[in-house]
């Protein structure tokens, strides 16, 4: 009797949970979720074809993005505008949990869309759905067929099962609407690409694009959720040339995902005047020569190294594909107990997580792509390697879903990736003492000088090299052999400032918090880059001091 009474209070309390979330919705978001849960229930009964399975698991996910543009160029607008396109994404599983078409290419084909495509209400949304399923369905059954033969023909046993079935989660989030002062927008484009401009530079352009994402989602399973994303992110990029006749455009990226977080409009033209000074130093900078040793890597510079631990602990379920030497798997799947890091590093991945030294991250989810409640993850610890994040589909090392299933594979599966990964050191440095550590360490090693990593256009990067006796630092640009594995064991110091890193991939959004750091065994090697002509006529002294 206790039993069924604390089960009696348990529904009920559910019941007052959804429906003070389901308060929070308007019309329109009503309208939408039952267009794709009539549609759902329609594909779940009535897609079949003659001696093959229903789908067995589906998921609905719709994205009508606005998004407004702003362009300037030294002082000028270039650009303003506002575009509406929504976006979709479907997850389509046939076969059972035990086998399905998951995981496997080729890759499944479909449709762009446009604006046009289908419009917010019930009739467009159910129509769309409509079409689009049955194109994934007769894709999926192809996808299921093609992988059952290449694993006969390669003598492969299903060891793990495909899927497996969660407690259905909800989320609702209020929406933030998407109306802003453009002309507030502007003014910031023109002041900033102004302020950020001198005589020395080629060019200095500033773009901002501010991008409203909600995303409806629902599954087969029952989960559902509207999550309310936008995000505002302010580049500024600069054009020079170095005295040897190279052309190089640098940029610096401010993301946020608050309002709230954006500076005032006299700061960010402070920063775009700090941006420009620091490209006209290393404009100065000369071809480094070969080089093999510490290196300090500053601001965002550190997300080179991260995206090598962020690659290896993502796609933890492999992938078949006809192409045997086309692999998604990442290189620590199997590393679980393994020093794989630095020891006196920490790593935790956080979707639960909505702030970080009140700044809002890009990475906050509460129910992932396949409807599962969001855990943190102590990805390592002291360097060892404890745990990975894992979807549905079930491996060697997973025998459930920890919630990061965070983004789509070709349309049939969800595959597993981080979302706010963050390195938390033991011991750290004071920011002010960072330098002066390095240059002690470079001396240690005997050498001469070491480099410091301050920013890239890609495949050059600029910086400076610190004399590790006197401490003067002379502009460098030359080329970063990338990082591995190997380089995050070699990680030896960090600074006690914490960056963080807002980014987005379609509509996943990811945040990297990460102080600068100081690592052994770095290499370097000149550019190989040829320069342009240099300029017949350089610019007037009068016009330099403008």
Same mark, same amino acid.
């Given at each position: 009797? @206790?039993?069924?009474?604390?089960? *009696? ?9 959804? #429906? ?35 789908? /067995? ?26 575009? *509406? ?33 289908? #419009? ?16 994934? +369905?007769?894709?999926?059954? #192809? ?10 023909? @390669? ?39 102004? @302020? ?28 559902? +959720? ?5 995000? &505002? ?25 608050? *309002? ?8 960010? !033209? ?6 420009? $000074? ?12 070969? +080089? ?22 993502? +796609? ?62 102590? &990805? ?30 070709? *349309? ?12 938390? !050191? ?65 990680? $030896? ?16 959004? /990811? ?36």
């Amino acid at each position: 009797m @206790k039993k069924f009474l604390l089960g *009696f209070i348990c529904f009920v309390l559910n019941l007052n949970i959804f #429906a003070m979330a389901n308060q929070s919705l308007t019309k329109t978001d009503k309208e939408i979720f039952a267009a794709m849960q009539d549609e759902m229930t329609r594909t779940l009964k009535q897609l079949k074809m003659d001696k093959f399975a229903s789908p /067995y698991f589906v998921t609905y996910k719709i994205i009508p993005y606005t998004k407004y543009s702003f362009g300037a160029n030294q002082g000028v607008l270039t650009r303003s505008t506002k575009t *509406f396109y929504p976006d979709y994404e479907i997850q389509l599983r046939v076969g059972s949990k035990e086998e399905d078409n998951s995981f496997f290419l080729p890759a499944l084909k479909l449709p762009d869309i446009t604006d046009d495509y289908f #419009a917010l209400n019930y009739e467009s949304i159910r129509k769309f759905f409509w079409q689009i399923s049955d194109v994934v +369905y007769k894709n999926a059954l #192809a996808q299921l067929t093609e992988k059952q033969a290449y694993k006969k023909n @390669k003598n492969l046993n299903q060891k793990y099962d495909d899927f497996s079935f969660y407690p259905a989660q909800e989320y609702f989030d209020t929406l933030t609407k998407p109306v802003i002062d453009q002309t507030y927008w502007q003014k910031i484009a023109k002041i900033t690409s102004e @302020k950020g401009l001198t005589p020395e530079l080629e060019e200095f352009k500033t773009a901002i694009n501010i991008t409203f994402m909600p995303s409806y989602f629902i599954s087969s399973r029952g989960s559902k +959720y509207l999550q309310d994303k936008y995000f &505002i992110n302010i580049t500024f990029m600069a054009k020079g040339r170095l005295e040897d006749g190279f052309e190089f455009n640098l940029d610096k990226t401010l993301s946020y995902n608050d *309002f709230k977080d954006v500076p005032s409009d006299l700061e960010l !033209a402070k920063q775009a005047q700090n941006f420009a $000074k620091e490209v006209l130093f290393l404009q100065k900078a000369k071809k480094v020569d070969s +080089y093999i040793g510490p290196i300090l890597l500053e601001g965002a510079q550190t997300l080179n190294l991260m995206k090598v631990l962020q690659r290896e602990i993502s +796609y933890t379920k492999p992938v078949y594909s006809n192409n045997n030497n086309y692999s998604l798997e990442g290189s620590f799947t199997n590393k679980i107990g393994l020093k794989v890091f630095s020891s006196g590093f920490d790593v935790i991945d956080e979707p639960l997580r909505k702030t970080f030294d009140n700044k809002k991250l890009a990475g906050y989810y509460e129910i992932d792509e396949e409807g599962v409640k969001a855990q943190k993850l102590q &990805i390592i610890e002291n360097g060892i390697l404890k745990e990975l994040p894992f979807t549905s589909s079930l491996t060697k090392n997973n025998s459930k879903s920890n919630g990061h299933a965070r983004d789509y594979f070709m *349309f049939s599966s969800a595959f597993a990736e981080p979302s706010n990964l963050i390195l938390l !050191a033991h011991k750290t440095i004071a920011e002010e003492d960072f330098t002066s550590t390095f240059k002690e360490f470079c001396a240690t090693q005997g050498l001469s000088a070491c480099p410091i990593i301050k920013a890239s256009d890609g495949k050059t990067f600029f910086g400076v090299m610190l004399d590790s006796k006197t401490g003067q630092k002379t502009p460098i640009y030359g080329e970063l052999t990338p990082f591995d594995t190997r380089s995050l064991r070699d990680i $030896k110091y960090a600074s006690d400032k914490m960056g963080v890193y807002n980014n987005i991939s379609g509509s996943v959004g /990811y945040s990297v918090i990460v102080p600068d750091l100081i690592v052994d065994n770095g290499e370097i090697n000149p550019s190989n880059i040829q320069p342009a002509r240099k300029p017949l006529v350089k610019k007037l002294k009068f016009l330099q001091e403008k």
